[in-house]
T-cell receptor, first 114, second 118 residues
Framework: AQSVTQPDIHITVSEGASLELRCNYS??????LFWYVQSPGQGLQLLLK??????LVQGIKGFEAEFKRSQSSFNLRKPSVHWSDAAEYFC????????????FGTGTKLQVIP | DTGVSQDPRHKITKRGQNVTFRCDPI?????LYWYRQTLGQGPEFLTY????????KSRLLSDRFSAERPKGSFSTLEIQRTEQGDSAMYLC????????????????FGPGTRLTVT
C-alpha cells in the first residue's frame, strides 16, 4: 500500500530564512507527487506537482520541490519565508494507474516568527 | 468560477442522528471526491465519482456512509447513526481531465464541513 511520511510535525523558522519540509513515500513504482498547503479555515491549495521529467519542480508562491528517486523523497523548499507562509503543508501521492485515490501525509505545521 | 462549495460549513449533532452534507463542484468538472480529515492527520480518501458513477470507495466508507451524485453535478454525503468517531472535517474536491495528459490533473478542494458528534 502506498504511504507518505512527513517526519516533522511542527517547524518554526524566522521570516526571511530558508525552509525545507521533508517528505518520503513508499510505493512500488514512482507515483505522481504533490504538495498542498492548508491555511486555517481554507481549503487545500495545490502548490506544485511532479509527474515526470525535470526532477526540480517550480510551484506557486516561490516554492519548489525536488524529486529524488534513490531516496523516495520529494522535499519542499523555499529560499526566503514570508509571514504569510505560516500554514500546514501536506505531501501527497497518487498512483500512475487509473485509480484516483490520493494519499496524504500527516502534515507539517509551519510557524513563522518575525 | 466560484470554486468548490460545501454546505454546511459546521454541523453539530447528537450521537445516533443522521447528517447529510452537500458539495457543489466547479461547474465544468466531471470528477468529484470526498475525503475525511481528523485532527492532526492529513485528508483520507473516501470515495470518487466520475459524472454520476461512483467508481472508487475506500474501506473507510462503512455501511453507515453513503454518497450520491445523481445528476453528475452536486454530491451529497450522508452519515447514518453518527458516532463520536465520525467527528472530523469532511472535504470535497473536484477535477476535470481535459485529456489523458496527467499534467492536466489537479483536484480543487472546498473549505470543508466540520462535523462534531456529541
Amino acid at each position: 500500500a502506498q504511504s507518505v511520511t512527513q517526519p516533522d510535525i511542527h517547524i518554526t523558522v524566522s521570516e526571511g530564512a530558508s525552509l525545507e519540509l521533508r517528505c518520503n513515500y513508499s510505493y512500488g513504482a514512482t507515483p505522481y507527487l504533490f504538495w498542498y498547503v492548508q491555511s486555517p479555515g481554507q481549503g487545500l491549495q495545490l502548490l506544485l506537482k511532479y509527474f515526470s521529467g525535470d526532477t526540480l519542480v517550480q510551484g506557486i508562491k516561490g516554492f519548489e520541490a525536488e524529486f529524488k528517486r534513490s531516496q523516495s523523497s520529494f522535499n519542499l523548499r523555499k529560499p526566503s519565508v514570508h509571514w504569510s507562509d505560516a500554514a500546514e503543508y501536506f505531501c501527497a501521492v497518487k498512483s500512475r494507474g487509473g485509480y484516483q485515490k490520493v494519499t496524504f501525509g500527516t502534515g507539517t505545521k509551519l510557524q513563522v516568527i518575525p | 468560477d466560484t470554486g468548490v462549495s460545501q454546505d454546511p460549513r459546521h454541523k453539530i449533532t447528537k450521537r445516533g442522528q443522521n447528517v447529510t452534507f452537500r458539495c457543489d463542484p466547479i461547474s465544468e468538472h466531471n470528477r468529484l471526491y470526498w475525503y475525511r480529515q481528523t485532527l492532526g492527520q492529513g485528508p483520507e480518501f473516501l470515495t470518487y465519482f466520475q459524472n454520476e458513477a461512483q467508481l472508487e470507495k475506500s474501506r473507510l466508507l462503512s455501511d453507515r456512509f453513503s454518497a450520491e451524485r445523481p445528476k453528475g453535478s452536486f454530491s451529497t454525503l450522508e452519515i447514518q447513526r453518527t458516532e463520536q468517531g465520525d467527528s472530523a472535517m469532511y472535504l470535497c474536491a473536484s477535477s476535470f481531465l481535459l485529456t489523458r495528459d496527467p499534467r492536466d490533473y489537479e483536484q480543487y478542494f472546498g473549505p470543508g464541513t466540520r462535523l462534531t458528534v456529541t
